[in-house]
């Protein structure tokens, strides 16, 4: 894969993000990523150090055919409270680290991968803060960047098929757009529903819990605790409905805009994986606001014909003022898409 990347740091706004940071004096915004030491040796290896701790997330947010190395950074001493609905508590300080990277081949893995950006989310006393690192051609160090840009990115899918895109890294304002609930900066993907999983044989909430890295309630019940479905498990497991991973696809991907308290609350149209009023998902529902977003479709969802569905319009579409969601990708996602007509289809 070839990368190609010409940026700049924006000073005026790094500058503004350095005055405003309430939180942990060590962990003030550094201008490169190896300077927060969350990871031990070469930097592109992603070992991390011992306040440092993957996780992993039921239902993952497309990101153009990325994969991520995700990781949370805990002040000592400190932990996670659980929450049954929202984002997990976090302590001042704590960080949710996100690496978006892409294999050279995906059919060989061990060929090797370039790592395009790091995203990190910064607890402060009162609120987020987003950062993001852009990677160097050697692998060798990320340097912030805040301006946001754009890459020319190549790879070899899994089907043996050379693929390349503009990758498309956020500025911080668009970060704030989606990281929104109730008009207050919130991470997404660090809930029960999403942590809730088996890793290797025993569940992530418990293994931190062992660990000392989240609080559960007292009688916590883990079979009670909400899951989504892993919408990437094909076949369909016999445990698994297609609705149910078609409801997880939404609302990893969706949800975040999509709810009551949501960026697009106006919309009406509420895609949580609990969401049980069929308007609200969409089903036989007029748009709020028509247009060339509807594609002359009339409904968000006409049970058994996706192709007359305006969900299923939007989310095939790349135009910018079409395609659903409006940010985070550049090309549609092919097995998301047919997941979701799939799940149309067995409406009566």
Not at 12 to 32: E, K, M
Not at 277 to 300: F, H, I, Q
Request: charged share 20%; net charge neutral.
């Amino acid at each position: 894969m070839r990368l190609n990347l010409k940026l700049g740091v924006c000073i005026v706004g790094l500058l503004g993000i350095f005055s405003s940071f309430v939180g942990s004096p060590d962990l003030a915004p550094r201008q490169y990523l190896s300077e927060y030491g969350f990871f031990d040796g070469p930097l592109a290896n992603l070992t991390p150090v011992q306040t440092v701790f993957p996780y992993e997330v039921n239902a993952p947010l497309f990101s153009d055919y990325a994969e991520k190395a995700r990781f949370i950074y805990l002040p000592p001493g400190t932990k996670l409270s659980y929450q049954a609905v929202n984002a997990f508590d976090f302590p001042t300080g704590a960080v949710i680290i996100k690496n978006f990277f892409y294999h050279h081949d995906n059919q060989h893995p061990e060929l090797g991968r370039q790592i395009i950006e790091t995203r990190l989310l910064i607890k402060t006393a009162n609120t987020w803060k987003a950062l993001d690192y852009i990677w160097n051609a050697d692998q060798t160090e990320a340097t912030l960047e805040v301006a946001g840009a754009q890459l020319p990115v190549q790879w070899t899918d899994i089907h043996g098929k050379n693929q390349s895109i503009q990758y498309q890294i956020p500025n911080l304002n668009q970060c704030k757009g989606c990281h929104s609930l109730d008009g207050q900066f919130t991470p997404i993907g660090v809930t029960a529903r999403q942590l809730n999983r088996a890793i290797s044989s025993e569940n992530q909430l418990l293994t931190w819990e062992k660990q000392g890295l989240l609080e559960l309630p007292i009688g916590f019940d883990i079979e009670a605790a909400p899951r989504l479905a892993d919408y990437r498990n094909a076949p369909l497991p016999q445990h698994e409905s297609i609705e149910r991973m078609a409801r997880a696809y939404l609302d990893a991907n969706c949800a975040h805009c999509h709810n009551p308290q949501g960026p697009a609350s106006t919309s009406g149209l509420f895609l949580e994986a609990d969401q049980q009023n069929p308007e609200r998902l969409g089903v036989l529902k007029s748009p709020v606001a028509a247009g060339r977003g509807s594609g002359k479709n009339r409904y968000g969802i006409v049970p058994g014909k996706p192709q007359e569905s305006i969900l299923v319009y939007r989310m095939e579409s790349n135009d910018p003022g079409i395609r659903m969601p409006e940010l985070g990708r550049q090309i549609e996602h092919q097995e998301g898409i047919a997941l979701v007509k799939a799940w149309i289809k067995t409406m009566q």
